[in-house]
């Protein structure tokens, strides 16, 4: 599937890899994937990303996924679900965090690392791995040949999960990010 990526796309999957590395995490998720995208310059996810204002709202951005990580990966409207069940997420994240330390939920990370990063190979959590098969099945379907940024911003517009809840929340759906990069009438 990755020599179908654009030199864009592979960039993102690389980008990911570092911001799992800089957070110290043990693996890369979609959210890493997000991260990279709004790195980038100049190619196709960042006209889009750009034009909904979102790269100028990433610590917003960022402020929300770290949320989310904070919340073990539930999404704002899983942690609204839970409350109707009477199960309050946020003192649960507050028990937790007062027993094992700030972001105890937040998976992937090791636990008293000392300054130094965790080097090798990190692998892609389930999500991540979903979404670049999503990305495949979006160029497919489009009938591009090759999978650009495009495709994997879209998948992440898709992907039920916090990752595109925080990019709704942001402007960034499916349907603002085909009108933006293919005009009103996208099909």
Do not use: C, N
Not at 70 to 99: C, F, M, N, P, Y
Request: no cysteine.
């Amino acid at each position: 599937m990755f020599e179908r990526f654009t030199k864009d796309a592979r960039a993102v999957v690389k980008g990911a890899v570092v911001h799992a590395e800089g957070e110290g995490a043990d693996s890369v998720d979609d959210g890493h994937m997000l991260l990279a995208l709004l790195d980038r310059e100049a190619s196709r996810a960042s006209f889009a990303l750009a034009s909904l204002g979102a790269t100028r709202r990433r610590d917003s951005i960022e402020d929300a996924l770290g949320e989310a990580r904070r919340r073990g990966g539930l999404s704002q409207a899983d942690t609204e679900a839970l409350a109707g069940l009477g199960i309050d997420v946020s003192e649960i994240v507050s028990r937790v965090e007062e027993a094992h330390g700030v972001g105890a939920l937040a998976g992937g990370r090791k636990a008293g690392r000392s300054g130094r990063g965790w080097t090798g190979h990190r692998p892609f959590t389930r999500e991540a791995k979903d979404t670049l098969e999503k990305s495949l099945r979006i160029a497919t379907a489009r009938r591009d040949r090759h999978i650009g940024d495009e495709h994997i911003l879209f998948a992440l517009t898709v992907r039920p999960g916090p990752v595109a809840e925080v990019l709704a929340d942001h402007g960034v759906t499916h349907e603002s990010v085909e009108r933006v990069l293919y005009g009103e009438g996208a099909a």
